[in-house]
């Protein structure tokens, strides 16, 4: 049965020694789609994206990618297959320069990677200015947005990110999420966890609320927003 979503994991269940922290959790995003997970702290978001990736050993469930069952590959063969994974910390080399650390992110690829790092630099301009800083000396969004690129530079098509705005400002996080857009107008699938539900489901094509480990509401982004139950429950009124 080929399954017609350009991710699919289905059923998911799993967690950590013997404790499911995901319950039958299901995630499906489209080609070019932005899927937001949202939920309440403890809830399985991270965990969920782990076993997409491969982190986390699934008691049950598949994963497939473009129609490829992937349950079985370890998170650098499922990189080689288009996923990018942006983690929530340590997501960056803080003695590298900015230009070391987009090029660790190629490290896969035999092909030439300056086409890609021009990209890079088309979409956040200020790393192209601080090239040649350590990443450690930046800001937190900036560092967002090197750990961000330096995901893209393996040319994903499903791009992964672990709470992309946690501790940065509202004006930088309004700029993070402008540039996500951008990233799936190219056609690259994203599937992200994001404290700032709010603001996450306004942009999402598809918005997920996990409680504890299952699937709780699985709507649009702006039907999930108008819906009085999420918005009391879920988004603080």
């Given amino acids: 049965m080929s399954d017609s979503h350009y991710l699919s994991a289905t059923g998911m269940r799993g967690g950590y020694g013997k404790a499911d922290i995901l319950d039958n959790c299901t995630l499906t995003v489209d080609k070019g789609q932005i899927a937001v997970i949202v939920g309440p702290n403890g809830a399985g978001k991270s965990t969920a994206m782990k076993a997409v990736f491969g982190m986390l050993h699934l008691r049950q469930g598949r994963v497939t990618l ?44 035999e092909n030439d990677i300056r086409t890609t790092m021009e990209q890079v630099f088309d979409l956040f301009p200020v790393l192209k200015d601080k090239r040649r800083q350590p990443a450690g000396e930046l800001s937190g969004g900036q560092r967002q947005q090197v750990a961000v690129g330096r995901a893209l530079m393996t040319q994903p098509r499903l791009l992964m990110l672990d709470e992309p705005t946690a501790g940065v400002s509202p004006i930088v996080m309004d700029e993070l999420f402008d540039r996500i857009i951008e990233i799936a107008r190219s056609g690259i699938s994203i599937l992200m966890v994001e404290q700032n539900a709010r603001q996450a489901l306004e942009i999402a094509d598809i918005g997920y609320v996990l409680v504890q480990g299952a699937n709780r509401y699985t709507d649009t982004g702006q039907a999930l927003l108008a819906d009085p139950e999420v918005r009391r429950t879920f988004l603080g009124g």
């Fill in 66 to 109: 473009d129609g490829e069952d992937i349950t079985a590959l370890s998170p650098q063969d499922r990189v080689k297959k288009g996923m990018g994974f942006v983690p929530q910390v340590n997501n960056v080399f803080p003695s590298m320069s900015v230009e070391e650390n987009l090029e660790m992110g190629a490290f896969i690829r």
